[in-house]
């Protein structure tokens, strides 16, 4: 059974940083493609980041492209989410997917997380 468990999300002011982590079983971590999607209220789930492999292969959304930081520890199968200077409109629902495309669009993921919520107060 594939399970993808967030957490780290919260409550943070404009400015403030959050670090979301996302622990992967019942897969070969480092075969996978691992991404983060969010999903603010009437609004659709939208790509923020992924990576293929450590250090390199990393691709982000241009809304968060020099704030926030992907990267993945396949001894811990454990994928992160760094997040800095936070604005308000990253409010949302933050999942992690594993998959073998790694490209921007949900479908390219075979499994998610139940996500987690960060809430950015103005």
């Known amino acids: 059974q594939v399970q993808l468990v967030e957490s780290g999300g919260g409550l943070v002011q404009a400015g403030g940083s959050l670090r979301l982590s996302c622990v992967a079983s019942?897969?070969?971590?480092?075969?996978?493609?691992m991404g983060w999607f969010r999903q603010a209220p009437g609004k659709e789930r939208e790509f923020v980041a992924a990576?293929?492999?450590?250090?390199?292969?990393?691709n982000y959304a241009d809304s968060v492209k020099g704030r926030f930081t992907i990267s993945r520890v396949d001894a811990k199968n454990t994928v992160y989410l760094q997040m800095n200077s936070l604005k308000p409109e990253d409010t949302a629902v933050y999942y992690c997917?594993?998959?073998?495309?790694?490209?921007?669009?949900?479908?390219?993921?075979?499994?998610w997380g139940q996500g987690t919520q960060v809430t950015v107060s103005s």
């Open positions: 997917a594993a998959g073998a495309l790694g490209g921007i669009i949900p479908s390219d993921y075979y499994y």
């Open positions: 019942g897969l070969t971590f480092r075969n996978y493609v």
């Open positions: 990576v293929r492999w450590s250090g390199r292969n990393e």
